[in-house]
């Protein structure tokens, strides 16, 4: 089983409630998280998306951000969050 | 120490990874290809060494990354321009930084000397200014690697921070006078901040990544971030904030300044500014997320005003300890919190591969030590005549084909194909890994010969064996040599071709039937044939009365004893020629040909079965004697009518075959089964196809059918026999030899057999 989630382009206060939810739902899965679209991320959704890639390296599954825009690599690395969400092949990716 | 162990291969598996992209990233700014992305990628790769090497106290290798780093840091920046000279200093930079890698993973030595030229050569790129004179001291430094006890830093495992990650390299850098100037940058610049955002400052819309991104208005940032006190995803309010952190600070601006962009989230936010460096072990602590013995947040950062003063001191006089002996860790032992990092150095290597771990969580790749797919494979190959041998006892018994049992067994046969592609799969790799280290060979090739040379590869992801993949370097190797020492021309003399003065050396590697072929074409000069054919006169390897076509006069360099260089250079002349070369591509079952056009270079193809372990062949029987000829290699088998063969010469003959004639080989006679031959008619006939696309007609006494064999190699078990590829083991037990097909055309077209040349390769 994966599923994937595609990221909206604001990642705010607003999103976050949802977006956590939306992981929450997908708990178990291998998952795919599409990154192309976002234009800015906030604080909240950066610790969702911390938390659900704890989680899923838990379970044991794969968590795989794709895509992701420059304007969320950008944030990641000014959050110092790269370590955690961006792999390798991401980063592969983005180079 | 197991463990740590342990995780320092996977570090130099992941250097070997490293370097890989670092020289990719090189070489593709050498093509033009300069953008932010690929800059970055090469700093990564670099940084990420250092990163790992601080780890284990691999002190030079840090040392010299650092130097490394700086001038990557400088020109991703853009604080110097991205020049072919740069790339090229750059890209030697990098083979002395892989010597680095070697050396410190106990393979091969460095010639500090160079090194300390080049880590010179690269500070006075990265400040013109800089007088050379620090580097000069630095040959004094030992190139011992010692195995000092983890200096646990809290390297981030990816490198793409804005800014040096001061903190865990500042102990490091190459020489005293750099010593002194980073103390000074500790001192007046450098500020931590801690932030520590209430779940208040999201309401009120307000957000850390704004205030993060105003603070790196004021200079180079670089965050790190501490997420331990998140709860599980489950647990987690949207809305609430929970992630701290400690940003470090490089900017010219006081403190108000700094205090400025907090103004509007006052009250909504803690914020601590302190001048200096965290300590390390503050770093570490939420870095690594030591979970119970991580001090509170406030505890941590209350500490950092403190040791800054010790830090600036302490590597100075700490840097010989760490060279000479595997005594404290120079980072760790000034900060305060030194004892819990010590304390916690068993569990520091257990929190390490979330660092070093490549794959990372993904978990898509596995690494799983050779050794133990070697002997799936033996197994699986075991397997396979174990099945074959059951199915021939099973059809002595003459049991229906539609019976349960015979039907069982069909499965089982299915069954047993497929597990062996699976696992042969396993082993495949792509040829990158042996092509990665051609570049470097190249560069160095052009500069010992002072030749210009650029290489262009293709085909890198083609797939082969592993067992293959190993013996590809040495002729590969030995190939670019050759083309770049005798195949290009010096630059002045391509100049007065009207070539560019960069010679082009071409490495490919294909797929074509069944085989994995290697090209390594170069537009030199070609084959100066008069001049080959006249040393081999020459030195007696062949008859002066020989006419020989030209693509056999190219083939003769494979003769043994046969060197054209007029000197012997540094590079071709290691007593290592072409022949030895061609001997040993032959014992894998592999040939190698070149052809040449004057003027225009030459071509080398080499080409070696996918794989040395299994393959599909024809079982033949010949004067009694049971073969398999390779599959690959067979066009079509027919029963020749006495029409179609035609006589030619004394003792030849060849087979009409749809309106072109083939010559007709008599297996059992070339292999000296027997002595005559009998009429054609009577047996089979087997039309071939060798490697460089002439075809025979290999006759045999009867056909058994198709199987797929498991081979065993008679080199190693025996030694190789002319015409015999190898060997392997029948459903019935017995041995069977697998015909070498091509080295069976040869035998008969060479005729009289020339006095000390082996197989000498000649395409139609």
């Not at chain 1, 607003?14 to 679209?37: C, M, T, W, Y």
């Not at chain 2, 952190?245 to 108000?256: C, D, F, I, K, P």
């Not at chain 2, 039309?687 to 008679?714: C, F, P, T, Y």
Request: overall charge negative; aromatic content about 4%; some cysteine.
């Amino acid at each position: 089983m994966s599923t994937a989630i595609a990221l909206p382009e604001t990642l705010d206060l607003k999103a976050s409630a949802p977006l956590k939810q939306a992981f929450v739902e997908r708990r178990g899965q291998n998952i795919e998280v599409h990154a192309d679209q976002v234009r800015r991320l906030g604080g909240l959704c950066l610790q969702v998306l911390l938390a659900a890639r704890k989680a899923w390296d838990e379970d044991g599954k794969p968590f795989l951000i794709t895509a992701p825009s420059e304007a969320f690599v950008e944030t990641i690395r000014l959050f110092g969050a790269e370590g955690a969400l961006l792999q390798t092949d991401i980063q592969g990716a983005a180079s | 120490m197991d463990e740590l162990e342990a995780i320092k291969v996977t570090f130099f598996q992941e250097c070997e990874e490293l370097l890989a992209d670092l020289e990719g990233g090189l070489l593709a700014m050498q093509d033009g290809n300069d953008d932010g992305d690929t800059v970055n990628a090469v700093f990564r790769a670099v940084h990420s060494i250092k990163g790992g090497a601080g780890a284990f106290g691999l002190e030079p290798l840090v040392r010299f990354a650092h130097v490394f780093e700086t001038l990557l840091d400088a020109l991703r920046s853009n604080e110097i321009p991205s020049t072919p000279d740069l790339t090229a200093v750059l890209l030697r930079a990098s083979d002395v930084l892989a010597d680095h890698v070697s050396a410190a993973r106990g393979l091969g030595t460095v010639d500090m000397a160079a090194s300390a030229a080049m880590a010179a050569e690269l500070k006075i790129w990265t400040d013109p200014n800089a007088a050379p004179a620090p580097a000069a001291a630095a040959p004094v430094e030992t190139s011992q690697y010692v195995d000092a006890a983890p200096i646990v830093i809290g390297a981030d495992d990816d490198g793409m921070d804005d800014d040096d990650l001061g903190f865990d390299f500042q102990p490091m850098t190459i020489s005293l006078d750099a010593q002194a100037e980073d103390a000074a940058v500790l001192e007046d610049n450098v500020w931590t901040v801690s932030i520590r955002p209430k779940s208040d400052l999201y309401r009120k819309a307000n957000e850390t990544a704004l205030l993060l991104r105003e603070l790196s208005r004021l200079g180079p940032v670089q965050a790190t971030l501490d997420d331990s006190a998140l709860p599980a995803l489950e647990f987690l309010d949207p809305e609430a904030a929970y992630v701290t952190w400690s940003v470090r600070l490089e900017t010219e601006q006081g403190e108000e300044a700094i205090r400025e962009v907090f103004e509007f989230v006052d009250g909504d936010c803690d914020l601590e500014i302190t001048r200096g460096e965290a300590p390390v072990a503050d770093v570490l602590a939420s870095l690594l997320n030591v979970a119970a013995p991580a001090p509170e947040p406030e505890t941590a950062f209350e500490t950092a005003s403190a040791p800054e003063t010790a830090l600036i001191e302490a590597p100075v006089e700490a840097l010989a300890p760490v060279v000479e002996a595997a005594a404290p860790a120079p980072v760790t032992a000034p900060a305060p919190a030194a004892p819990p990092v010590a304390a916690n150095a068993p569990a520091a290597p257990a929190a390490k591969p979330a660092q070093i771990d490549v794959p990372g969580p993904g978990q898509s790749v596995i690494r799983v030590d050779p050794e133990r797919i070697d002997h799936l494979i033996d197994l699986v190959g075991e397997l396979v005549i174990n099945q074959a041998m059951l199915a021939q006892r099973v059809g002595e018994y003459g049991i229906a084909p539609s019976s349960n049992l015979a039907m069982g067994l069909d499965e089982l046969e299915q069954l047993t194909r497929q597990i062996q592609d699976s696992v042969m799969a396993i082993r495949a790799q792509p040829v990158k890994s042996v092509f990665q280290r051609m570049p470097r060979l190249v560069r160095e090739v052009a500069n010992m010969t002072g030749k210009q040379a650029r290489l262009v590869m293709d085909g890198e992801n083609t797939e082969v064996d592993k067992t293959v993949i190993e013996r590809l370097a040495d002729p590969i190797t030995h190939m670019l040599r050759n083309a770049i020492d005798h195949g290009l021309e010096s630059p002045e003399e391509r100049k007065a071709a009207g070539k560019n003065p960069e010679g082009v050396v071409r490495l490919a590697a294909l797929h074509r039937s069944g085989r994995i072929v290697i090209e390594v074409q170069d537009d030199g000069k070609g084959i100066n044939r008069e001049r080959v054919l006249s040393i081999a006169v020459k030195k007696g390897l062949i008859s002066p009365d020989l006419t020989l076509t030209d693509e056999e006069i190219d083939n003769l360099i494979f003769l043994p004893g046969f060197s054209t260089a007029d000197k012997i250079s540094d590079v071709s002349g290691r007593g290592v020629g072409m022949d030895v070369v061609k001997r040993s591509v032959q014992a894998l079952g592999g040939r190698i040909s070149i052809t040449s056009r004057p003027g225009l270079g030459s071509t080398f193809t080499l080409s070696l079965p996918l794989t040395l372990a299994v393959l599909d062949g024809m079982v033949v029987d010949v004067a009694g004697e049971t073969l398999v000829i390779p599959l690959a290699c067979i066009v079509e088998s027919l029963r020749p009518k006495a029409e179609e063969i035609r006589p030619l010469g004394p003792t030849g003959s060849v087979l009409a075959v749809r309106d072109s004639f083939v010559p007709l080989i008599d297996v059992g006679l070339t292999l000296n089964y027997r002595t005559t031959s009998p009429p054609a008619t009577d047996g089979v006939v087997l039309l071939v196809e060798g490697e460089d696309g002439s075809r025979a007609a290999l006759v045999a006494d009867a056909i058994h059918g198709q199987r797929q064999v498991v081979i065993k190699s008679l080199e190693q078990n025996y030694q190789q026999v002319e015409g015999v590829a190898a060997a392997t083991i029948l459903g019935d037990g017995r041995v069977a030899l697998i015909l070498d097909v091509d080295a069976v055309i040869n035998l008969r077209r060479r005729g009289p057999p020339l006095p000390s040349d082996p197989t000498l390769i000649a395409a139609e």
